[in-house]
């Protein structure tokens, strides 16, 4: 896929990983696909990933930290966690955060909150209103991220994108299909700036439409003169059709029309 490209599963159902075009020869997603068979594992006990969906080449359990190939082999002795895993010939310093070299700050974030007020999800909410943070399989924060009674979206860091634009009640159906997919990978693109060729495609991807809960918005007009549907991944499946002659659409809907002031005469 032009821009970017995503890890799925067997079925081809799209898991964690994304990575520029220009890397795809580096992905191999074996991590990623690993993590679906773990899922009832709690977040820091699993194997760690790297953002493209791969293997870290360090890992920690609770006892031991060791170094793994690509394809999962272990390459070279385990350390005891207890000691400096500088010592570790994969060793990298962004595997954890400042004052924990093991767990990053989105994990630590978790483990602390899980152990301070409990491990059961209600409790957060209705007791304490407070919610540990939900890290994905690299241990940065996920991207949909839940605090009292909304649900918005982050980056990798935890940074919080425009929370009046891009936020939903926490039990609503934005909320159940949230992905944040448009505002995470809009900024994948701009932050590769140049190393991206400035494709027609790419830059189409640029300026697409993020809906309230992140998710790209179903119908998209770029240009002032045509309208077109995408699918989740941001994808155009419908043919283009005149701004004049959106409704025809299948995925039209009224409200819409107000994230397209710019583009669109008539409104």
């Not at 002032?224 to 002659?245: F, K, L, T």
């Amino acid at each position: 896929m032009p821009g970017r490209c995503h890890c799925v599963d067997k079925n081809g159902t799209r898991i964690f990983g994304t990575a520029l075009h220009s890397e795809a020869d580096e992905m191999h997603c074996n991590c990623s696909r690993l993590q679906a068979l773990s899922m009832a594992v709690a977040p820091e006990g699993r194997l760690r990933c790297t953002a493209n969906g791969n293997l870290s080449p360090l890992q920690c359990s609770d006892t031991h930290c060791y170094c793994l190939t690509p394809d999962g082999r272990l390459d070279g002795p385990p350390i005891p966690i207890k000691e400096p895993i500088q010592r570790l010939k994969c060793f990298n310093a962004n595997f954890g955060h400042a004052g924990n070299p093991v767990l990053t700050r989105c994990l630590h974030e978790r483990k602390e909150a899980v152990q301070r007020f409990g491990k059961k999800q209600g409790a957060f909410i209705t007791e304490l209103n407070h919610d540990p943070p939900t890290c994905d399989p690299d241990g940065s924060y996920a991207p949909r991220q839940c605090k009292g009674n909304k649900c918005y979206c982050v980056s990798p860091s935890g940074k919080e994108y425009d929370m009046e634009k891009y936020s939903v009640p926490r039990y609503s159906k934005e909320a159940e299909e949230m992905t944040c997919n448009c505002l995470r990978e809009q900024q994948l693109l701009w932050d590769a700036g140049p190393s991206v060729a400035s494709s027609m495609l790419v830059t189409t991807f640029r300026l697409q439409r993020c809906a309230r809960n992140g998710n790209y918005l179903p119908m998209q007009c770029t240009t002032p003169s045509s309208c077109r549907c995408v699918d989740s991944d941001g994808y155009q499946n419908s043919p283009d059709v005149m701004a004049w002659e959106r409704k025809r659409l299948k995925c039209y809907k009224e409200e819409y029309d107000q994230y397209f002031r710019d583009e669109i005469e008539d409104l």
